[in-house]
Nanobody
Framework: QVQLVESGGGLVQAGGSLRLFCAAS????????MGWFRQAPGKEREFVAA???????YYTDSVKGRFTISRDNAKNTVYLQMNSLKPEDTAVYYC????????????????????WGQGTQVTVSS
């Protein structure tokens, strides 16, 4: 069982920055693929970014160049640095962990992930 706890969300003006944190419980964190997803009101949960167990990163097109995902295996933590925030980035942001070993993980698919956090709200005002 893996528990994920997100933090760092809040209210920020457009153009500002936030850093999200996701702390994972238990051993084995360095072997997990980790992802960030977000869900805006009335919309489906969508992929934002992922980082593999080998620290290879993936981003959805709308956040490339603005968001950076990283991990610190010694702290069992994954980060999402969000810069140049836009009102359309407003959503609840969720951290997720994939414990499986696949040849080609579908990092952008919600179905790929085994555990989810409770989410943290990010609100960007115009």
């Amino acid at each position: 069982q893996v528990q994920l706890v997100e933090s760092g969300g809040g209210l920020v003006q457009a153009g500002g920055s936030l850093r999200l944190f996701c702390a994972a419980s238990g051993r084995g964190f360095s072997s997990y693929n980790m992802g960030w997803f977000r869900q805006a009101p009335g919309k489906e949960r969508e992929f934002v970014a992922a980082i593999s167990r080998r620290a290879i990163t993936y981003y959805t097109d709308s956040v490339k160049g603005r968001f950076t995902i990283s991990r610190d295996n010694a702290k069992n933590t994954v980060y999402l640095q969000m810069n140049s925030l836009k009102p359309e980035d407003t959503a609840v942001y969720y951290c997720a962990a994939d414990l499986k070993y696949r040849i080609a993980p579908m990092y952008s698919s919600r179905n790929e992930y085994d555990y989810w956090g409770q989410g943290t709200q990010v609100t960007v005002s115009s």
